[in-house]
């Protein structure tokens, strides 16, 4: 196994078990706009930015509102629902990061949502601690799976991408972190929906399954 430097981590669906808060507030959202999607249909927006997604609806459904303002009204009801309802952490998470940290390994994570909201659920569920950087979806001009947010974050962890190990549950997280020249990680999560993750190193069940992969490799 080559040198690892550093490791970046997607936050939904990989740290906190959000894809079923963030999917049932899509459904909400898109049916106030008279667009009904299934699971499936929505799995295809994991590791996109909201942003990207909404650009997607308005474009295939012929929504008059303006972009930034399906955006906004999203992000608002997101907040909103955070405070009532805030995700999980994904089993593992703690015990992992605990041991990258103990191993003064570099982590920062790389997560598609926007600031505000990535800020305050690693503040909620105590892991922003663990990290040295965060990148989110509004410091990058692309979404996943342009690989801009892992080279952002190699370069603000001072880390060559080769020498960077990324961990992602969908299928754009993957295809990101490859185009960047990282070694990846795929978390199989079934609530993150049907994801294509064969482009992945490796492929595991469990953030434990990883902490175990780490003590092995470095």
Wanted: net charge negative; with cysteine.
């Amino acid at each position: 196994m080559k040198t690892i430097n550093a490791v970046i981590f997607d936050m939904d669906g990989v740290l906190i078990d959000s894809e079923p808060f963030y999917m049932a507030q899509e459904v909400l959202s898109f049916e106030r706009h008279g667009v009904k999607l299934d699971k499936k249909d929505l799995s295809r927006f994991v590791g996109t930015t909201q942003r990207s997604m909404w650009n997607s609806i308005k474009n295939e459904f012929g929504l008059s509102e303006p972009l930034e303002i399906l955006v906004a009204q999203h992000h608002q009801q997101l907040l909103l629902a955070l405070h009532s309802e805030p995700p999980p952490r994904m089993p593992g998470a703690h015990s992992l990061l605990e041991k990258l940290n103990t191993d003064n390994m570099a982590c920062a994570v790389a997560s598609s949502s926007c600031g505000e909201l990535v800020n305050h659920i690693l503040r909620e569920t105590t892991l922003r601690a663990y990290f040295d950087h965060v990148i989110c979806g509004d410091d990058v001009k692309q979404s996943k799976p342009n690989p801009e947010i892992f080279l952002l974050a190699a370069e603000k962890l001072g880390a060559a991408p080769h020498s960077c190990v990324v961990i992602e549950d969908s299928h754009h997280g993957v295809a990101g972190a490859k185009a960047a020249g990282m070694f990846c990680i795929g978390l199989i999560n079934p609530n993150s929906g049907q994801q294509d993750l064969s482009a992945a190193d490796l492929c595991v069940n469990s953030l434990d399954d990883i902490r175990q992969w780490f003590a092995e490799n470095i």
